[in-house]
């Protein structure tokens, strides 16, 4: 499998998924 | 004393602009602009002339942006790292940040040496730099993405996202 953090758009919605799981994340913390 | 926070918050900005934005400059621009300037024979002005200069700037940049953030946490410091105290969001970033830090220094600055000559190495270990510092950045251009979401909205927009 590809590396995503290969391309830009790879690594920019990288990003936006991990700002998803960790927005639910500390939504159940909070 | 309200200046002390106040002062900390527009140094965090500035600081932060500069650091998340020369890191934008490496992975949106200096990296396609090194290729395209290497199959020219041209790349020694980026390699010798910008890119040492704008990593000055950046790592630097980078510990002003967590010295001013946690000054600016003050008393709720221990909390935002622990994720408690209604802190948890705050907290993520300020994480997210401290993670991006160890990434400059510990991985981005000691590969760039070997790879702009600053420290000598051989061309295996250059290979190899070049892999790791390329990896570290485009991680922190991803860590970005959700530690400006919390910076932004994890303390004083924190109702609007969290309902708090």
New interface residues.
């Given amino acids: 499998m590809k590396n995503p953090l290969d391309s830009l758009w790879g690594t920019v919605i990288s990003g936006l998924i991990l700002t998803l799981i960790l927005y639910f994340a500390v939504k159940c913390i909070l | 004393m309200d200046y002390v926070p106040a002062l900390a918050r527009w140094l965090h900005f500035m600081a932060g602009i500069m650091w998340i934005g020369l890191l934008y400059y490496f992975?949106?621009v200096q990296v396609a602009a090194l290729k395209a300037a290497t199959a020219d024979g041209t790349a020694a002005g980026i390699t010798k002339h910008v890119a040492p200069r704008a990593l000055l700037f950046f790592r630097w940049a980078a510990v002003v942006t967590w010295l001013a953030g946690a000054t600016l946490l003050g008393g709720q410091f221990v909390n935002a790292f622990t994720?408690q105290g209604?802190m948890?969001?705050i907290g993520?970033g300020a994480w997210l940040g401290t993670i991006m830090l160890f990434n400059v220094w510990a991985l981005i600055w000691p590969n760039q040496k070997k790879i702009l000559g600053i420290k000598p190495a051989t061309d295996e270990e250059k290979t190899k730099a070049r892999r790791v510092a390329f990896?570290a950045s485009?991680?922190n251009?991803?860590?970005?993405?959700?530690m400006l979401?919390?910076m932004a909205g994890?303390l004083s927009h924190?109702g609007v996202?969290?309902g708090?």
Avoid at chain 2, 141 to 146: C, G
């Fill in positions: 992975n949106f994720l209604g948890a969001a993520v990896l485009r991680a251009v991803m860590l970005s993405i959700p979401f919390f994890g924190r996202f969290f708090m």
